[in-house]
T-cell receptor, first 110, second 112 residues
C-alpha cells in the first residue's frame, strides 16, 4: 500500500462547477498537508498549506484535513478553464521528507 | 514569479558531458531539496540539505552529486548520465512549520 493514495483522474467538469479532489494516507505521523497545482512542463505551485486537522479557505479554494479518517480534500468553487492542471496532494511529518500523491489531472471546459 | 530560481531552464547534454544545475532562494529557508519528475508522475525526492548539511540521500546514483555552497544556493552536478535520466529536475526550499515547500520552475534535462 502506498503511503499516499490519490485518484489520477482525469476529472473533466464544466466551467462554474465545484470540484472535489481527495487523498488518503496511511502514516498517522503526518502533520503538514499541502496541495500543489502543476501546469504542464512547469514546477508545482503551492496552493494550500494546513497544519494538523481543520479547514482553510483562500478565495475559491478550501482545504480540509480529517486526521481521524486520514483523509484530505481540496474544493475548488466556480471552477475556471485556467484551473485545468494536475493537482498534487503532499504531506510530511517532522522530518524534511515530503510525500506526494500521484496527482489528479483536472480539465475544466468552457 | 517563483521565489526559488533555477538555471538553466532547459539543458541538453551528451552521456559523456559534465554539467551543473543551479538553484537559489532568498526566503531564509533552512532546508533545500532536489526532486526528479518524470512525465505524468509525481516528484521523487533525491536529496535534502538542512542547514547546509546533506541530511537525506534517497539512494541516488553517484552520477548525481549535490552541493550546498551556502544557505541560499544549491547545485546538482551531473556526470556520465544515461538517457533514462532525462526528466524535469526541481529544486525546493522550506522552513518546517511555516509556509510549506516552495518549488522552482525546474530544469528540463534531456540526455542524448
Amino acid at each position: 500500500q502506498k503511503e499516499v493514495e490519490q485518484d489520477p483522474g482525469p476529472l473533466s467538469v464544466p466551467e462554474g462547477a465545484i470540484v472535489s479532489l481527495n487523498c488518503t494516507y496511511s502514516n498517522s505521523a503526518f502533520q503538514y498537508f499541502m496541495w500543489y497545482r502543476q501546469y504542464s512542463r512547469k514546477g508545482p505551485e503551492l496552493l494550500m498549506y494546513t497544519y494538523s486537522s481543520g479547514n482553510k479557505e483562500d478565495g475559491r479554494f478550501t482545504a480540509q484535513v480529517d486526521k481521524s479518517s486520514k483523509y484530505i480534500s481540496l474544493f475548488i468553487r466556480d471552477s475556471q478553464p485556467s484551473d485545468s492542471a494536475t493537482y498534487l496532494c503532499a504531506m510530511s511529518d517532522n522530518t524534511d521528507k515530503l510525500i506526494f500523491g500521484t496527482g489528479t489531472r483536472l480539465q475544466v471546459f468552457p | 514569479d517563483t521565489e526559488v530560481t533555477q538555471t538553466p531552464k532547459h539543458l541538453v547534454m551528451g552521456m559523456t558531458n559534465k554539467k551543473s544545475l543551479k538553484c537559489e532562494q532568498h526566503m531564509g529557508h533552512r532546508a533545500m531539496y532536489w526532486y526528479k519528475q518524470k512525465a505524468k508522475k509525481p516528484p521523487e525526492l533525491m536529496f535534502v540539505y538542512s542547514y547546509e548539511k546533506l541530511s537525506i540521500n534517497e539512494s541516488v546514483p553517484s552520477r548525481f552529486s549535490p552541493e550546498c555552497p551556502n544557505s541560499s544556493l544549491l547545485n546538482l552536478h551531473l556526470h556520465a548520465l544515461q538517457p533514462e535520466d532525462s526528466a524535469l529536475y526541481l529544486c525546493a526550499s522550506s522552513s518546517i512549520g511555516a509556509d510549506g515547500y516552495t518549488f522552482g520552475s525546474g530544469t528540463r534535462l534531456t540526455v542524448v
